[in-house]
């Protein structure tokens, strides 16, 4: 089983030290992911419309309906951290991705504030590579507030090769 673990942050400063403390704890670069991977304000009516954001989401093949909330999130100026760890690791990821908790967002809360909303779509779903080895599904073994952990069957750079 390979798993992925993922937060909500207000900030991009915050987003950033907690990719700077995973790359500290052994985490690879290219197993760590954030959305946006720059400081990316909102624009004049609140929102990112920057479609590439939301394929970076999709592309780590999250349930959809946690992928709602966090393209939701992302759409109003937020950013997620998600990475790809080993089941030794995902109790000290949970860890350090929760330790900023004035900045990291409790994900049922958020959940709820998002849960009407629309799914938006791939920019090409012609060019979405999926199957089903990459879906995550909920890890209920490391379950956390702020901080949600999924279960999949196949690494997620598995698809590249």
């Known amino acids: 089983m390979h798993r992925n673990v993922t937060a909500i ?41 920057d479609t590439t954001h939301t394929d970076r989401l999709y592309d780590l093949h999250l349930p959809e309906d946690d992928l709602r909330t966090y393209q939701q ?50 920019s090409d779903p012609g060019m979405r590579a999926t199957n089903d080895e990459w879906i995550g599904r909920r890890d209920q073994d490391h379950l956390d507030p702020f901080t949600r952990s999924y279960v999949r069957n196949a690494r997620l750079d598995q698809r590249r090769g």
Do not use: K, N, W
Request: no cysteine.
């Open 73 to 122: 999130s992302v759409r109003r100026g937020d950013y997620v951290v998600s990475a790809e760890v080993d089941d030794t690791q995902v109790a000290r990821v949970q860890e350090i991705m929760r330790r900023p908790e004035d900045e990291a967002y409790d994900l049922d809360r958020r959940h709820d504030e998002f849960r009407d909303a629309g799914l938006d779509p791939y």
């Open 9 to 49: 942050y207000r900030t991009f400063a915050t987003a950033d030290l907690v990719r700077q403390e995973l790359v500290s704890l052994g985490v690879s670069t290219g197993d760590i992911h954030v959305v946006p991977d720059m400081d990316d304000p909102v624009g004049v009516e609140g929102q990112r419309t």
